[in-house]
């Protein structure tokens, strides 16, 4: 017990080391990237002494270390700026889009790991069936098909031949700002609202992006978990648990995947931090008001704080989802407590 | 009576056994006509790595791949038909009516699971039993097996166990259901010498107390002779010759003798170790 809250305390006190790397990293690209924050700020019609006033303004005469201080200071107390295309404060700006992102990569990593696990486990134990070959195609076209391909003919389809799902956006016209925005969650807040119908809007919605994101995801899922179930079931445990009588289920679900639960974690933390990042074509196609078009919208736009402090973000969510794995995985692996 | 050897029937019979592992490039026979048969007694498989020992044991639970072609003239446990047996009756067979102890602990107990709960689990597959009852069975078996602080090792996952430790839990394990017949695949061939003989005795006591059978699959001649009643001795997939164990030294076929020739000897002074010849003979199939 001692020894693994000990383990415990390493992993924690790494976090902040992780972040001022990650600081200094995104400083410094904010000095690198040819792009002048004063001429940002002023224009570039600005006469000279205004963008001398800017420059001092902004911190920018002061020593490269100083102005790193500055930065680490400002964004410990949550000052990341304010946006030039916004003009809110990146904060707030973040705190609008990141939901969106949120709502979408949660729904779709559960839809993925759900399906990925039992397609993965399926093929696994019906090695060379035609269910393993099935699931095996599946997945490849998972990693070979590119987004906007699918997203466009999911769109075609769905949308505007058959009619079935709502087109790209995040809801319907009528429900726009319909609903007291509590979470920034659409489904979660029409429901906390007992507004069922924006609920179900907020969820046909999602169905299309979600559904393509955890496509995607599923392949690799699905792939790992398969490799990994096969490994499993070849060693000598295995020979145990069936020499002791016991139910192919309970071999494959208790002894078999139980231990191909616990590399299977990271696996699927890691993808999930890859969809919170925002999935930027993704959120393109659809028009999903998420991090990723945020991020983007902002590069093309020049506008830095906005792109640092979105970095930053994205940053902090792989940091603290690998914590998050690698918790569980000292849980669920005896070895390593 | 159901015990079949009281009727004068083996418990394990076995005739012209064919086990046959087809691959890319081509069949692999691993065991090419094997006979021989178990009554209540120790009998001892020896040969090289690759001889089909292993295969053998593991035909007689059907735990072979999938893959795996097994045919012969007869396959019995008691009166069970292993060929023709259903999946069913297969699983109440294996572990509780045939228990099988693997070479390595390290790899054959489930990382992820209490020596304790993997004990409990081959009880609550062979019979009804609540959470609270295989615990104290569990707890009673370990202790049966000589394991000085039970309650440690119940709760003790497989890494926290040294090998002769985890040797007894598998072996607790095996016989937590009382099988018949224990089938011991190298069991001490992982462990420190001075363990051996301890998990060795340990066997030797089980399966006197409880009146099984065993079959011990080794490849260690001296060991062998001097803890079974019979051995059979496998090459290339075949049975080359089968002999009281007592008699081993008086062995007469060449792949014995050739085997018993190569052991070193702390008594006697032996200035080179012949090497093993292989006589091609060996291989032709004999009847």
Not at chain 1, 53 to 67: F, S
Not at chain 1, 159 to 170: D, I, N, T, V
Not at chain 2, 42 to 71: C, D, N, Y
Not at chain 2, 96 to 116: C, E, F, H, W
Request: hydrophobic share 50%; glycine share 8%.
């Amino acid at each position: 017990m001692k020894a693994r809250l000990g383990a415990l305390a390493a992993t924690a006190a790494s976090i902040p080391i992780t972040l001022l790397g990650l600081a200094v990293v995104t400083f410094f690209i904010g000095r690198v990237v040819p792009i002048d924050p004063v001429l940002a700020v002023v224009g570039d019609r600005a006469p000279a002494d205004v963008v001398e006033r800017a420059r001092i303004e902004l911190g920018l005469d002061q020593p490269l270390l100083v102005q790193f201080w500055r930065y680490l200071t400002d964004i410990l107390t949550g000052n990341l700026g304010r946006s030039v295309m916004t003009s809110n404060t990146v904060w707030e700006d973040i705190a609008r889009f990141f939901p969106a992102t949120f709502e979408l990569a949660t729904f779709a990593i559960l839809v993925a790991a759900i399906l990925g696990i039992g397609l993965g486990v399926l093929a696994a134990t019906r090695q060379g069936s035609w269910a393993d070959q099935a699931v095996r195609v599946f997945c490849l076209a998972g990693h070979s098909l590119p987004v906007f391909v699918l997203g466009l003919i999911s769109l075609l389809v769905f949308y505007a031949w058959l009619g079935w799902l709502p087109g790209p956006g995040r809801q319907g016209i009528v429900y726009q700002d319909m609903v007291e925005p509590i979470t920034g969650l659409l489904t979660l807040d029409a429901a906390l609202a007992n507004d069922w119908p924006a609920f179900w809007d907020a969820v046909l919605h999602l169905i299309q992006p979600a559904g393509i994101l955890a496509f995607f995801s599923l392949a690799y899922i699905a792939r790992m978990t398969r490799a990994f179930m096969l490994a499993e079931l070849r060693s000598e445990y295995v020979t145990t648990a069936r020499a002791k009588g016991l139910s192919s289920t309970r071999i494959v679900w208790r002894h078999a995947f139980r231990n191909t639960l616990v590399p299977l974690v990271t696996v699927i933390f890691l993808t999930y931090a890859g969809l919170l990042e925002g999935a930027v074509l993704t959120e393109t196609i659809f028009a999903w008001p998420g991090l990723g078009q945020y991020l983007t919208v902002s590069l093309l736009n020049a506008d830095m704080n906005a792109v640092l402090g979105a970095t930053l973000v994205v940053g902090l969510i792989y940091v603290v989802l690998n914590l998050l794995a690698d918790l569980l995985y000292r849980l669920m692996d005896p070895r390593t407590r | 009576m159901s015990d079949p050897s009281l009727r004068g029937e083996p418990l394990v019979a076995v005739r012209n056994l064919h086990v046959a592992f087809p691959s890319a490039t081509g069949v692999t026979q691993a065991v090419r006509g094997v006979s021989f048969s178990i009554g209540r007694e120790k009998l001892g498989i020896v040969g090289e790595s690759g001889s089909g020992k292993s295969v053998t044991g593991r035909a007689l639970m059907r735990l072979l791949p999938a893959s795996a072609q097994v045919r012969a003239d007869a396959l019995r446990f008691g009166t069970t038909d292993i060929l023709a047996a259903s999946e069913r009756e297969m699983r109440s067979l294996r572990g509780g009516r045939i228990g099988l102890v693997l070479q390595d602990p390290k790899y054959s107990l489930n990382p992820v699971m209490t020596a304790g709960s993997q004990i409990a689990e081959a009880l609550r597959a062979h019979a009804r039993m609540g959470k609270r009852e295989a615990r104290d069975a569990a707890l009673n078996l370990l202790e049966s097996v000589k394991i000085r602080d039970p309650r440690r090792v119940h709760d003790a996952y497989p890494h926290e166990l040294s090998g002769g430790m985890g040797q007894r839990v598998m072996i607790a394990m095996m016989l937590a259901p009382n099988p018949e017949l224990l089938i011991a695949d190298e069991p001490t061939s992982a462990l420190d010498a001075s363990v051996q003989s301890e998990i060795l005795s340990l066997i030797e006591e089980q399966v006197d107390q409880r009146g099984m059978a065993l079959m011990l699959i080794s490849h260690d001649l001296p060991l062998v002779s001097r803890f079974c009643d019979r051995v059979a001795v496998m090459y290339a997939g075949q049975v080359m010759e089968e002999l009281p164990a007592a008699d081993l030294h008086k062995a007469t076929h060449g792949y014995t003798r050739g085997l018993l020739e190569c052991l070193p000897s702390l008594t006697e002074k032996r200035d080179r170790l012949p090497t093993l010849r292989r006589d091609p003979a060996w291989l032709a199939p004999h009847a």
